[in-house]
């Protein structure tokens, strides 16, 4: 997807990662309507999720939506969603996430979306990201009606 946003900059965005709880999910579970939304998306975009995985839940939860799935371990989370930022093309990447763990990624990337969610958000998180939005199922709206970011990115 590419999109100008007047004033500010063009994005290309090839690639969307994802932190899973807190982001997509809540307690370890994917609502449907996210399931089938990151199914679409698969379709024009290249999708990671990066988790700790808390509940023990992702690899069910995610079985057949078209992403590539990594499970991070170790005290140094942030870093190495950071790290994998890095080999993927953050220039054409847009990355979601809700935490502290998820500030390094959110910088890295074209594109930072944190979401809020029933989690509620890190306040650096917030301060990092492009775009804050309440629900990812409206963050995920909006790559399917691009002229959202014009509206809210536009200077």
């Not at 309507?33 to 999720?49: D, E, F, G, T, V």
């Given at each position: 997807?590419?999109?100008?946003?007047?004033?500010?900059?063009?994005?290309?965005?090839?690639?969307?990662?994802?932190?899973?709880?807190g982001?997509?999910?809540?307690?370890?579970?994917?609502?449907?309507?996210?399931?089938?939304?990151?199914?679409?998306?698969?379709?024009?975009?290249?999708?990671?999720?990066?988790?700790?995985?808390?509940?023990?839940?992702?690899?069910?939860?995610?079985?057949?939506?078209?992403?590539?799935?990594?499970?991070?371990?170790?005290?140094?989370?942030?870093?190495?969603?950071?790290?994998?930022?890095?080999?993927i093309?953050?220039?054409?990447t847009?990355?979601?996430?809700?935490?502290?763990?998820?500030?390094?990624?959110?910088?890295?990337?074209?594109?930072?979306?944190?979401?809020?969610?029933?989690?509620?958000?890190?306040?650096k998180?917030?301060?990092?990201?492009?775009?804050?939005?309440?629900?990812?199922?409206?963050?995920?709206?909006?790559?399917?009606?691009?002229?959202?970011?014009?509206?809210?990115?536009?200077?």
């Amino acid at each position: 997807m590419i999109f100008e946003i007047p004033g500010y900059k063009t994005f290309q965005i090839t690639t969307l990662v994802f932190d899973y709880n807190g982001t997509l999910a809540t307690d370890g579970k994917l609502p449907e309507s996210i399931h089938k939304r990151l199914i679409q998306l698969s379709k024009h975009y290249m999708i990671y999720i990066l988790t700790a995985d808390t509940f023990g839940s992702v690899k069910k939860e995610i079985s057949n939506i078209p992403c590539e799935l990594h499970i991070i371990t170790g005290e140094h989370q942030a870093e190495a969603k950071a790290n994998f930022i890095e080999t993927i093309q953050p220039e054409f990447t847009a990355a979601f996430g809700n935490g502290a763990n998820d500030v390094l990624m959110l910088e890295k990337t074209a594109l930072g979306i944190c979401i809020i969610g029933k989690e509620g958000a890190f306040a650096k998180a917030l301060m990092t990201a492009d775009l804050v939005f309440n629900e990812i199922s409206d963050a995920l709206e909006c790559f399917q009606q691009h002229k959202r970011f014009i509206a809210t990115l536009r200077r």
